[in-house]
């Protein structure tokens, strides 16, 4: 094999950069992008060539055939250098909030919505009304305090970013009382003492792990306690001999020493989850009702909306916390607000609402319906001939997020064994396939879970599956 004579077939980039396809794609790109993208797809073929061992004689036909068809492989290159690395995936893990994938989906009505918003100027701080400077907050404020029966309301970043901003506005340079059975870790080195030290509040420990009492609230008080921190332990739970303070027997040791009661949710559940067969999961509006000066919780948990921390309360603790200077480094940006608007909105009339936010609908799809789309992907996989069996199975979902870890729903997957190659082959290659999916592997089976795979998505699912098999 003359393996000089192969790279003497290969076309010079200033050759290339007058061919007609690439004069298009310059057109398109710019010169600089598509001399770039001309220079890789030209390396790539070296390098083969140079990689070629002498038993490789009767690939010299189809390097020759890449050379002569180089054009498409520059546009090839080019579309790959722009496609975006953030992309949508197909979620067959069952889990609702997936931190990793993003936690809540939108509905299709509010994505469509939110794209027409998204290409205008908006009134975003406008008051339209009086023709000057508005405030972010407003357009939510209202709909919020109306769900949740609070005096106030505003938004930031994140929940971790409500827990840092209360705190560093109410208990600066004070101390805040806090139970050892809620010194919790939410994840990502978020933990509540780090960000107690962090808004430069002193945290005075009570109680014990498993059982903290009214008493030990009231004799941890001094001239400088500024606030009681109560944290929901959303992410784990302990059973058997607890006892812990609830923040409405907290409320009068809090009138009589005119301390406020602060209490991170995590979860903003704003309807009772009883109703889905799920135990009861605190509501933002028993957390109001019950007294608590300010509460705070997550846009993207079970809520269903974007990635927010929502805090409300007392209009003189809100107003404080808007005139801190971290509001601004914490702010939440206009999709934010647009996209928790439209989730919100939802909420101002409950009946029928977990048709409307994805992440209830999810949570409250009966099982029976789950097995029906169970059994039409397994039918697809086997009109589609892919080179495996399935199965329909019983299996356990979770919501996830940190939310409800003790709650397993029943659920059911399409488990898949590939003839032709491995189970771990097969979940890496549905990683890389033009719309990924993410499954579970169990018992030497791929699982893919119904409940968080909607019915539109199952014919995209099978052509992952068939991408990934081919
Ligand atoms: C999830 C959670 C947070 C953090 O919320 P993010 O919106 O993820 O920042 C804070 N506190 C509790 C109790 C949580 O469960």
Redesign the pocket.
């Known amino acids: 094999m003359d393996k000089n004579n192969l790279f003497r077939r290969i076309p010079k980039v200033d050759i290339l950069l007058e061919e007609g396809k690439v004069l298009d794609l310059i057109q398109d790109y710019g010169l600089s992008y598509v001399t770039d993208k001309v220079r890789e797809a030209v390396e790539e073929i070296r390098e083969e060539i140079k990689l070629l061992s002498p038993s490789e004689e009767n690939r010299e036909d189809e390097i020759l055939r890449r050379i002569d068809h180089i054009e498409d492989a520059i546009a090839e290159h080019v579309e790959q250098g722009i496609e975006l690395k953030l992309r949508p995936v197909l979620n067959g893990t069952g889990t609702i909030l997936h ?1 990793n994938l993003g936690r809540a989906p939108l509905s299709h009505k509010i994505s469509t919505e939110l794209a027409t918003l998204l290409s205008s100027y908006s009134n975003l701080e406008y008051n339209l009304e009086e023709g000057k400077r508005g405030e972010r907050y407003s357009h939510m404020k209202e709909m919020i305090c109306k769900i949740t029966g609070a005096e106030d309301a505003m938004v930031v970043n ?4 409500s ?1 840092l901003l209360i705190l560093s506005t109410l208990a600066k340079g004070g101390e805040v009382i806090v139970s050892r059975g809620e010194l ?1 870790e ?2 990502g080195k ?1 933990r509540i003492p780090d960000v107690c030290a962090q808004s430069d509040a002193e945290m005075v420990e009570i109680g014990t792990t498993n059982k903290t009492h009214l008493s030990d609230y009231q004799e941890a008080i001094t001239e400088n306690t500024k606030a009681f921190l109560k ?5 784990y739970c302990i059973m058997g001999f607890t006892e812990s303070v609830e923040a409405k027997d907290l409320k009068s040791l809090s009138l009589e020493h005119n301390i406020p009661i602060i209490e ?4 903003g559940v704003l309807l009772p989850l009883e109703k889905y067969g799920i135990r009861h999961e605190p509501m933002v509006q028993e957390a109001i009702e019950s007294g608590v000066d300010v509460v705070c919780f ?4 079970l809520l269903g909306g974007p ?3 929502i805090i409300i309360g007392k209009k003189k603790y809100i107003d404080a916390m808007k005139k801190n200077p971290l509001t601004r480094a914490l702010r939440i940006d206009k999709f934010t607000v647009a996209a928790l608007s439209m989730t919100l909105r939802e909420y101002l009339h409950m009946e029928g609402i977990e048709e409307r936010i994805p992440v209830l609908k999810m949570l409250s799809e009966p099982l029976s319906s789950i097995k029906e789309r169970a059994e039409s992907l397994c039918n697809l996989f086997r009109d589609n001939r892919l080179p495996g069996d399935c199965t329909v199975r019983a299996c356990t979902s979770q919501v996830g ?3 409800l870890p003790d709650t397993y729903m029943d659920s059911f997957a399409v488990s898949f064994h590939p003839h032709k190659i491995s189970v771990p082959e097969l979940e890496k290659r549905l990683h890389f396939t033009k719309e990924p999916l993410i499954g579970r592997v169990m018992e030497d089976d791929f699982w893919i879970d119904l409940r968080t795979i909607r019915e539109e998505e199952l014919e995209r699912v099978v052509e992952s599956f068939q991408e990934a098999l081919e």
Do not use: C, E, R
Request: glycine content about 20%.
């Open positions: 931190t994140n929940n971790a970013s827990v919790i939410i994840g978020f944290v929901h332990t959303s992410n991170d949710l995590g979860s997550s846009g993207d948990k990635q927010a921390g997020g940190g939310s």
